[in-house]
């Protein structure tokens, strides 16, 4: 009897896996941690591995990267249904401290300095500079941020100071006088040492012993050597 003989094909399929990215993140200057990723569908034949790896799209600035397949791979004996996830970089926190100032009434302001809790990331700098609340007499006034800023890859924590404002000394000198015994009384003067412009002095008072340890605006008119003892400023500012 003839024999016909009847071909069939054997199919081999791929074999699906659906393969889902780890979302991950990092502060801003840190280092990349390894993406990795989750397979939620499908089983892998015993033996079989995975080769290449995941991708990120790249920068380094504060925001969201999407994480890409890349040469994440089975071969070709696997259909890949991939499932992306987000890559974040977050704003860096730092903290920006003032150091505390002070100076003395009517000089000119010391530079506003501060420090950085931490190093600024490679290439990174600030920019502006402190100010203070505005004011010229003795007291205390705030060291405020002022225009100082860094990028926003950084999320900035300002600690303030005071510049202090200190008193000047003034020394108010009488000025020696003399007189022939009987003449006619000087014109009594003094002079001022560490006035501030446009700061003045109007009066001051001039005293001399009064013979009982005390102190009296009257001349003495005994013939003698005597303290002139100046007091009592009256100060414009």
Do not use: C, M, W
Request: hydrophobic share 35%; no cysteine.
């Amino acid at each position: 009897f003839p024999v016909t003989i009847v071909t069939q094909t054997f199919v081999i399929g791929t074999r699906a896996v659906t393969l889902a990215a780890d979302a991950k993140s990092r502060l801003y200057g840190a280092s990349d941690p390894v993406l990795t990723f989750t397979r939620t569908a499908g089983t892998l034949a015993a033996g079989d591995t995975y080769t290449g790896t995941l991708e990120r799209v790249s920068g380094n600035d504060v925001g969201t990267y999407s994480i890409n397949q890349g040469s994440l791979s089975l071969g070709g004996n696997y259909t890949i249904t991939y499932q992306s996830a987000n890559f974040t970089i977050n704003p860096r926190p730092i903290t920006i401290t003032a150091h505390a100032k002070s100076k003395v009434y009517g000089s000119a302001d010391p530079s506003l300095t501060y420090s950085l809790s931490e190093s600024l990331t490679a290439g990174d700098g600030t920019s502006g500079a402190l100010t203070r609340t505005a004011g010229s007499n003795v007291g205390q006034y705030a060291i405020t941020i002022g225009t100082l800023a860094l990028s926003s890859n950084y999320t900035v924590t300002y600690v303030a100071e005071t510049l202090t404002v200190t008193a000047k000394p003034l020394i108010i000198r009488a000025d020696s006088k003399t007189k022939a015994s009987g003449g006619s009384q000087p014109t009594f003067t003094y002079t001022l040492n560490g006035l501030v412009s446009p700061d003045s002095i109007t009066a001051v008072d001039l005293t001399f012993p009064n013979g009982s340890g005390g102190q009296t605006a009257t001349v003495p008119t005994a013939d003698g050597s005597y303290d002139i003892t100046p007091s009592n400023p009256t100060l414009v500012s």
